[in-house]
């Protein structure tokens, strides 16, 4: 199918609408080209169509192509007052440059989910000036990837956040302990000796654990005996006093401290009583100076649970944002079960391809500015809502176009000669609306040998006359396939079917799926590095060294 006049108009006026009416002739031809996939086998007449079209919009004055483009397309003016709707709100008492902060758990690297909270804070910090922290919170010594501590910073340099400091938890034990002691001195916090069955149905029916009331110099030598390793795991915590009578029992009396047996991969056997995050994030976000929070709305017990530290410690609470939860479909995220998976031979590692860790999602192809143009537009709205990938991978596709060289592959192909052909050759450039990366040129000879996908050839009815992509049209015979002739007369009536030649390469594209397509690759894609459009097949990250690819979209 190949555009009509009218529809290269629309999408050109489109393109000026975004551009203060003047429409970018390269853009406008990469989207026909892309949008109309049979257009690319006449790209010299459509490219000189477009053209013309173009040079007319450009030439004409930019308020009536603006509101040309309007009236043809009344969806770009809810467009652009759904893109004003969702600019980041502008953060509440601001009087100078901002300090904010990110606060994974290390237990693997950054994943798809984790990349909102990343550049959310990162803009805000880039908007205002100001510090952005990296705290890596690692007080639970039980769930912690050694691995993590330097591929979360990497996560974050290849989205494009910039961390001004790192601070690891597990290194600041001492003030957390100092903290301690000083609600227990204020008589704030207590240490309870229930067992934590018990302690959990007395919250539940807001009645007090029988150690709630005992002397600060009581409890002061219950802690010191639980830091010291003078209690064995499960029997001991140290408590922050609330209100019992709180409708919500998560927020009566929460746990601060518990003991810990287990040796941490950076202290070793240093500590054995260790902070609870809420414990650690409240007094971590003091000593920060932070002037504002940014986190899932999951987290809003959290903010009241840290927020008795705040009152009792007469300390200036940063100002919280929550934002909506985000299911994102078919993605495994969860560190648990990809850890299991790496162990037990499942996945590959982090960046395996159907993983939706950061790590997968550049060994894919995605670019890091996709991520940043997806959440900005989402906004920081309080309502859940479902991640979506066709948006995603349309920004992405935007992003990557321009440079992706376009590639003949074939998977699960069928070797065919085209007989009665004389001498035949094939040219086509690597991208049709980018006439800098070049052209490829392959001499076939007379009846030569092709690959072409089983799957077309098996709905091919005999006698039915095809075009093989920028090469020549041929009838389907008996035995195989009869040249025919090289008419680009009646294209939109025929269908077009990719090839590749006989001295192709082998090669495998890796989905996120798990399934593998193994087939043929034409000679040049050595050439080749990166993102390429694989035709009629999508976007594809090439290794040409271990001649495999990733499916992107």
Known sequence: ???????????????AYMHEGKADLGAVINKIMGQYPDARSRGKEISAQVTAIVREINSSDSRKIMEEAVSLLPELAIKEKHVQEHRLPDLADVTGEVRMRLAPSPSGPLHVGHSRMAILNDEYVRRYGGKLYL????TNPSNIDLDAYHLIPEDLEWLGVKVHEIVVQSKRMNIYYNEAKKLIERGSMYICECQ??????????????????????????????????????????AVVKTD?????????DWIAFRVKEETHPLTGKTYFAYPMMNFSVAVDDHYLDLTHVIRGKDHLNNTEKQSYIFHYMGWKKPHYYHYGLVHIPGTILKTSIIKKGIRDGTYSGWSDIRLGTLLTMKRRGYRPETFRKYWVGSGMREIDSEFSWEIF??????????????LWFVPNPTRLKIQGSSELKSSAPFHPGNPSLGERTYSLGSEPEIFIPEKDWLSIRENERFRLKDLCNVIRTPTGIRYADNSHEDLKKIRIVQWTPSDSSDFIVEKPDGSIDRGKIEPL??????VSQFERYGYVNIDPEKRVGYYLH
Do not use: W
């Open 135 to 138: 705290r890596i919170e690692d």
């Open 244 to 252: 019992l009578n709180h409708p919500n029992p998560s927020i009566r």
């Open 196 to 237: 934590q069955s018990d302690f959990k149905n007395l919250k539940l029916q807001s009645k007090a654990c029988p150690h709630r009331e005992r002397s600060p110099e009581t409890n002061m030598a219950a802690f010191e005996k639980m830091i010291s390793g003078g209690y064995s795991k499960g029997t001991v915590s």
């Open 525 to 530: 894609f050595s050439k080749v590095k990166g």
């Open 1 to 15: 199918m190949l555009p009509d006049e009218s529809e290269i108009r629309k999408i050109a006026l489109r393109n």
């Open 393 to 406: 991978n349309s920004i992405n596709r935007e992003i990557i176009d321009p440079d992706a060289r376009r």
